[in-house]
């Protein structure tokens, strides 16, 4: 899939509401869990380009809906998902960095606590999978 295409894909799911967004958004995370390593840093740093380029009410509605996808994928998906996407995090320029690390904590912590601590265990292997 090319690069246009993928823009218009998370474009389309950012159209959707919120908690009508989140069912697709797991096919596709779920997808993308099943490509190989090079192809799913690709299509997630296609993802975190255009979330994070997107004004900031609809990022944090986007992040909400990717944390909930997260939440209710298969576990080995899920952290497969998460380190790649970290990887690809990495290769977006510093501004999306920035905006990563101001938007995603104050959405973490509206969360139920059995949520949060989901979260902290996938972003603790997103981080070890970098080592």
Do not use: H, N
Request: aromatic share 6%; no cysteine; proline share 5%.
């Amino acid at each position: 899939m090319d690069l246009s295409e993928l823009r218009q894909q998370w474009s389309k799911l950012a159209r959707m509401g919120e908690r009508k967004r989140e069912a697709p958004l797991r096919a596709q995370l779920e997808g993308i869990a099943e490509l190989t390593e090079e192809e799913r840093q690709r299509q997630l740093e296609s993802m975190v380009e255009f979330v994070y380029t997107l004004p900031d009410d609809q990022i944090a509605s986007f992040v909400r809906s990717t944390l909930r996808a997260w939440l209710s994928m298969d576990p080995g998906k899920a952290e497969k998902v998460a380190r790649s996407y970290e990887l690809a995090g990495e290769k977006t320029p510093e501004f999306i960095a920035l905006r990563r690390a101001l938007i995603v904590p104050p959405i973490v912590r509206k969360f139920s606590s059995k949520e949060q601590e989901r979260l902290r265990y996938l972003m603790a292997v997103a981080l070890k999978g970098q080592q």
